[in-house]
């Protein structure tokens, strides 16, 4: 149990354009949902948190212009990198957590290149 | 935020040896957790230790809530056991620690 999945899971883009990443709880209900964005050998670093039905919460230094994040159901969240320049270029991984775990789940994670 | 120290973060063990990595953290944390990243990226969780000992396997693991610090054991490591590991933990968001990269050569 406990699976996320993440699509696409690489994907290249041209500059100016935007980038949809869906994230889904297969097998339960995830009341919250993390974007958490990752460079090469480094740590990741969590981008925003959202809730199902709420607006998201961001951290500090993250445009929430630029990277929209939606919550519509317990089961998806959607990323979307809006003009994608080569700058946001990062492997993107979200997470879920459900109504009665305390556990958080990782998808496999979406590679973004902006050309 | 909460700071959260890895340590060491660099490891290379020979096939079959033993190893502890450590987690600090500068805060109280809950959910705090462990999790394996694979080279192609997918993060594997390991134990959810908020507190106490848990074992699984080769790999056990150890969190003293009141001194704030978590320790990993691997057992008769494999090749398999490379890539990085991270603790993590946060009142509501989790907070990821630097990594300890873990090298087993056969």
């Known amino acids: 149990g406990a699976v996320v999945s993440q699509h696409p899971s690489r994907v290249i883009c041209k500059s100016g354009t935007s980038v949809k990443i869906e994230c889904r709880s297969l097998?339960?209900?995830?009341?919250?949902m993390f974007w958490y964005r990752q460079f090469p050998k480094q740590s990741l670093m969590l981008m925003a948190t959202?809730?199902?039905?709420?607006?998201?919460?961001?951290e500090q230094g993250v445009e929430k212009d630029k990277f929209l994040i939606n919550h519509a159901s317990l089961t998806l969240s959607t990323l979307t990198v809006t003009s994608a320049h080569p700058e946001d270029s990062s492997f993107y991984i979200c997470?879920?957590?459900?109504?009665?775990?305390?556990?958080?789940?990782f998808g496999p994670g979406t590679r973004l290149t902006v050309t | 935020g909460i700071q959260v120290e890895q340590s060491p973060p660099d490891l290379i063990l020979q096939e079959g040896a033993n190893s502890t990595l450590r987690c600090n953290f500068s805060?109280?944390?809950?959910?705090l957790q462990w999790f394996h990243q694979n080279p192609w990226g997918q993060l594997i969780n390991l134990f959810y230790?908020?507190?106490g000992t848990k074992q699984n396997g080769r790999l056990s693991a150890t969190t003293v809530a009141t001194e704030r610090y978590s320790l990993l054991y691997i057992s008769s490591s494999q090749t398999t056991d490379s890539g990085v590991y991270f603790c993590t933990g946060g009142a509501n968001n989790l907070f990821f620690g630097t990594g300890t990269r873990l090298t087993v050569i056969p």
């Open positions: 805060d109280s944390v809950n959910n």
């Open positions: 097998d339960f209900q995830a009341t919250t």
């Open positions: 959202s809730n199902e039905g709420s607006k998201a919460t961001y």
């Open positions: 997470s879920a957590r459900g109504i009665s775990r305390y556990e958080q789940y």
């Open positions: 230790i908020p507190s």
